[in-house]
């Protein structure tokens, strides 16, 4: 009889030590799915920022855009087509601080301290 006893004990605390163990897993699980999941929204608000940017940068022809060696072929090719869409749409635009304009013909010129052509 107190060798039964002894072995319902035993057997009921292996049995809660096994569910503490699985309630640590879950919430282990639930720390992990709530990283990605603020991982995600933070990687979504820069996409987002970014979209902003590139639509203001093709709304206002005025808006420098900087064109640096540090900037990926992407970001190139990116700032590249803003930058031709805006001569295109407006007939000018500011890049790496320099106002370019399209000509009647199709050329792109700056104006010079003078006040000339100057086709680039």
Not at 46 to 65: C, G, Q, V, W
Not at 77 to 90: P, T, V, Y
Not at 104 to 109: D, S
Request: net charge positive; aromatic share 10%.
């Amino acid at each position: 009889m107190n060798l039964i006893l002894i072995f319902l004990i035993t057997s009921f605390i292996y049995i809660l030590l096994i569910i503490n163990k699985r309630n640590k897993f879950s919430n282990r699980k639930s720390l992990i799915e709530r990283f990605k999941k603020r991982f995600k929204n933070i990687n979504v608000r820069r996409k987002r920022i970014s979209e902003e940017f590139t639509n203001s940068l093709l709304l206002d022809p005025s808006k420098n855009i900087p064109i640096g060696t540090w900037y990926s072929e992407a970001e190139l090719r990116e700032k590249a087509d803003i930058h031709r869409s805006r001569l295109n749409k407006f007939g000018k635009s500011k890049i790496n601080g320099e106002m370019l304009f399209l000509g009647p013909k199709g050329g792109i010129y700056k104006i010079s301290s003078d006040g000339t052509k100057k086709y680039v």
